[in-house]
């Protein structure tokens, strides 16, 4: 059964950059059919998509993320990773990892989450 | 980017009702959209792709219908477990969006 794990600091300084990892377990972030995604949700906010990667290391951001973000796969670890620089306090959010469908009929969707862990930009 | 407008933002029910959440989409995107449910300090969990397709584990209660630009999500009989924040999203095109959710809160 396939999991994901969020890690990562809890409290960033603004202006700083912010780091995540998720760890996959219960299956391969090789696979040419999956793609990973990052999603935030702000305080009492809703769900906001980070950006998507896929196969080996293509991705798609948020254009309103886009000049501030980086994913990144780590295939010797099984993991990829979220940089978000210049942190104010509206990066303020618990961030998700999650498996999107690369295929139809799961094309786009995020159907397995990570707990979620949450990220305070405060000096 | 494609807008996602959800209506109501929320909604009083009371078990064994009929709730219906309707979600639409500023231009067309034919069937693909996702239903999320998402229960406080947790994460979502999809509960419909496709607009219509359930994803495995999910309830027959819950259905999915609509395509182009207008959906509607419909829980058949809430139960006690369905109190909680719905979301759709688009997974039509890029950048991925998502409606600003539906409170489904008790009576």
């Known amino acids: ?123 | 980017d494609i807008q996602m407008t959800q209506s109501p933002s929320s909604v009083s029910a009371s078990v064994g009702d009929r709730v219906t959440i309707t979600c639409r989409a500023s231009q067309g995107i034919r069937s693909w959209l996702a239903w999320y449910q998402q229960k406080p300090g947790k994460a979502p969990k999809l509960l419909i792709y496709v607009a219509s397709s359930l994803q495995s584990g999910v309830p027959s209660r819950f259905g999915g219908s609509g395509s182009g630009t207008d959906f509607t999500l419909t829980i058949s009989s809430l139960q006690p477990e369905d109190f909680a924040t719905y979301y759709c999203q688009q997974a039509y095109s890029l950048p991925l969006t998502f409606g600003g959710g539906t409170k489904v809160e008790i009576k």
């Open chain 1, 1 to 123: 059964q396939l999991q994901l794990q969020e890690s990562g600091p809890g409290l960033v300084k603004p202006s700083e950059t912010l780091s995540l990892t998720c760890a996959v377990s219960g299956g391969s972030i090789s696979s040419t059919t999956d793609y990973w995604g990052w999603i935030r949700q702000p305080p009492e906010k809703g769900l906001e998509w980070i950006g998507t990667i896929y196969d080996r290391g293509n991705t798609y951001y948020n254009p309103s993320l886009e000049s501030r973000v980086t994913i990144l796969l780590h295939t010797s670890k099984n993991q990829f990773s979220l940089n978000l620089s210049s942190v104010t306090a509206a990066d303020t959010a618990v961030y998700y990892c999650a498996r999107v469908g690369g295929t139809p009929p799961l094309r786009y969707v995020m159907d397995v989450w990570g707990q979620g862990t949450t990220v305070t930009v405060s000096s």
